[in-house]
C-alpha cells in the first residue's frame, strides 16, 4: 500500500498521550533526590516490579531510648529483616565511627515504607534498611539515583535474591541510573537483554561494606570510616565482614508473586 505524502501522520513523544492515552506505569519516583535516612529499594510484584523507598526519622532521643518502630503493612519477614538490619547498623557503627556507636542506643528511630495500603514481604530489602538507617546516623545522603536490592545477614553477608529482570526494569521506569545487586546475582544480570540493562550501571555486593562504600563515596573523598571492599579482601583489611565461607552462597530463590502483595 502506498499512501500520498500529504496523508502521512508523524506521532512523535509529544504526541503518544492523545493516541494510546496515559502510561500505563506512571514513574514511581517520590523524591528527585533523597535525603539522609531515605533509602531507594526495589521490589517484585504482578506488575513487573516497583520501587520502595525505606525512610527513617528520629522520634525521640534520650539515653538507653533506643527502639525501633516499623510501619507500612510489612509481613513478618520484611519485620525481621528490619530487626537484622537495626542490630547490623548498631555493630557497624560501633566498629567503625565509635564516636557514634551509641547513636541507635540513644534515639528512638521510625522506619516507614511508604504507600502503606499495599502489602508488602520478603528478605530482600535488608541492604536498603541498613542504607536507610546509616544514612540517617551518619546525616549522609546516599548517591543520587542509586537502588538497591539484597538479603543481609547479622554479620553482613549479602545473599542472593529473586526478581532480577522485574526489578532492573523498574527502576529505569523510575530513572535510577545505578544499581546494587547480590554479587550472586550476576548471572542473573548477564542474562537480561541489552534493551532492559541499557543505560544502567549494576555493581554487585558481596558484603554489606561494599554497599556501604557505593552508596556514600560519591564526591571523590572517602567518607569517615569508609571500608575495603570484598576485591581488596576484606577481613585481611580488617572490614566488618568475617571470611567468605567455602561453600557459595545459595541459588537465589524463586518469587512467589501475588497480585495483592509487593516483595521486596
Known amino acids: 500500500m502506498v499512501v500520498a505524502p500529504e496523508d502521512r501522520v508523524t ?40 520501587v520502595l523507598y525505606v525512610e527513617a526519622a528520629v522520634v525521640e532521643k534520650a539515653e538507653g531510648k533506643g527502639n525501633l518502630k516499623l510501619t507500612g503493612q510489612l ?46 514481604d520478603g528478605p530482600s530489602g535488608g541492604c536498603a534498611i541498613i542504607t536507610s538507617l546509616l544514612s540517617l546516623a551518619l546525616g549522609r545522603p546516599v548517591l543520587p539515583d542509586l537502588a538497591m536490592t539484597g538479603e543481609v545477614t547479622l554479620l553482613g553477608r549479602v545473599l542472593p535474591i529473586g526478581g532480577v529482570k522485574e526489578k532492573t526494569l523498574a527502576a529505569r521506569r523510575s530513572g535510577v541510573s545505578t544499581l546494587i545487586f ?29 554497599v556501604y562504600n557505593l552508596a556514600f563515596d ?36 524463586t518469587p512467589e508473586i501475588t497480585p495483592q502483595a509487593t516483595r521486596t
Do not use: C
Open 11 to 50: 506521532i512523535d513523544v509529544d504526541d503518544l498521550q492523545d493516541y494510546v492515552g496515559q502510561r500505563p506505569f506512571p514513574k514511581d519516583r517520590m523524591y528527585p533526590s533523597t535525603p539522609a535516612g531515605v533509602v531507594m529499594g526495589l521490589a517484585a510484584n504482578s506488575m513487573g516490579g516497583s
Open 75 to 120: 509481613g513478618d519477614v520484611m519485620k525481621e529483616s528490619a530487626q537484622i538490619a537495626h542490630t547490623f547498623s548498631r555493630s557497624f557503627l560501633l566498629k567503625n565511627f565509635p564516636d557514634s556507636a551509641k547513636y541507635f542506643q540513644d534515639n528512638a528511630i521510625h522506619m516507614h515504607v511508604p504507600e502503606g495500603a499495599t502489602p508488602k
Open 182 to 210: 547480590p554479587a550472586a546475582n550476576k548471572k542473573d544480570w548477564d542474562e537480561l537483554g541489552e534493551e532492559v540493562k541499557e543505560g544502567l550501571n549494576p555493581h554487585f555486593a558481596e558484603w554489606y561494606d561494599d
Open 218 to 253: 560519591y564526591d571523590g573523598a572517602k567518607p569517615a570510616g569508609a571500608l575495603p571492599t570484598s576485591e581488596q579482601g576484606l577481613q585481611e583489611h580488617g572490614s566488618h565482614a568475617p571470611p567468605a565461607p567455602e561453600t557459595p552462597p545459595p541459588k537465589a530463590p
